[in-house]
């Protein structure tokens, strides 16, 4: 999942606060991987195990031995068009120490495996052997974020900026309030087409000029990006010279 809202409220602002500074520090980043289920944890680690392709962890889901798991840990990706985990320029290093500076632990500290796209609350130590002895399984420590106040949720729910997810899709908003709706915007380098209640479309869908799939049939196909909780999902496709599709890369 990409989703961040889904992850500890507290990881949610320190994520926030990593992509805002890194961007302020020349690094562009984005969000991917946030909460992962039990299953999506073990099928990680069978990979170069049990099924073909490289270990990329050590943390079997179903004892629930990754923070991902927890709601504490997301993972970034490189966002300024020259790959999402190229290294060049020591990248991942240089955000790296942004993370640890604003109190995150950095996966690319660890000796096995090193994982320079990760970052994690650093409460518990790197092992989730802490966490496990305090509340069993991530669904018991979840039930103890509701112990915010009211008026910490209601100051989150009003100041959050960027990607939201809810039970309909995903939206986008603004730091002034305000969210795109029947219209297209650039974010981290990619458009992005919102339909007249303001989410994101997937998939095919027409534009007229001033409407997102109008009741006419009029207007022009565009396909967006489908992979459900791809870290480009709803990215607008083109087409090269070529005639071959690719994700649009704004400048």
């Not at 709601?71 to 068009?81: L, Q």
């Not at 990248?91 to 995150?104: K, P, S, T």
């Not at 802490?130 to 979840?142: D, Q, V």
């Not at 974010?187 to 009741?215: E, Q």
Request: with cysteine; glycine share 12%.
């Amino acid at each position: 999942m990409r989703d961040i809202s889904l992850c500890h409220p507290r990881l949610q602002k320190l994520a926030a606060q990593l992509v805002s500074e890194a961007g302020n520090q020349g690094f562009a980043i984005a969000i991917g991987e946030t909460l992962r289920t039990t299953e999506e944890q073990d099928a990680l680690y069978a990979q170069g195990r049990t099924k073909p392709g490289s270990i990329v962890t050590n943390a079997p889901g179903s004892s629930y031995s990754s923070y991902h798991q927890w709601g504490t840990a997301f993972d970034i990706y490189r966002d300024d068009g020259t790959g999402a985990y190229n290294e060049s320029g020591d990248f991942f290093e240089q955000v790296g120490a942004i993370g640890v500076n604003l109190g995150l632990e950095w996966g690319g500290n660890w000796k096995s495996i090193v994982d320079k796209p990760h970052f994690q609350l650093p409460d518990w130590g790197s092992s989730i052997a802490g966490i496990k002895k305090l509340y069993a399984t991530p669904a018991e420590f979840m039930k103890t974020w509701g112990t915010i106040s009211p008026d910490q949720k209601e100051e989150q729910a009003e100041t959050r900026v960027g990607w939201i997810r809810n039970a309909t899709g995903y939206w986008y908003r603004h730091a002034d309030g305000t969210w795109p709706a029947d219209k297209w915007e650039t974010i981290h380098h990619h458009w992005y087409l919102f339909n007249k209640d303001g989410y994101m479309c997937t998939g095919w869908h027409r534009w007229d000029g001033s409407a997102v799939d109008p009741a006419d049939g009029s207007g022009d196909w565009y396909y967006f990006d489908a992979t459900p909780d791809g870290p480009l999902e709803g990215a607008c496709w083109h087409s090269r010279e070529s005639g071959a599709m690719e994700i649009w890369y704004v400048e």
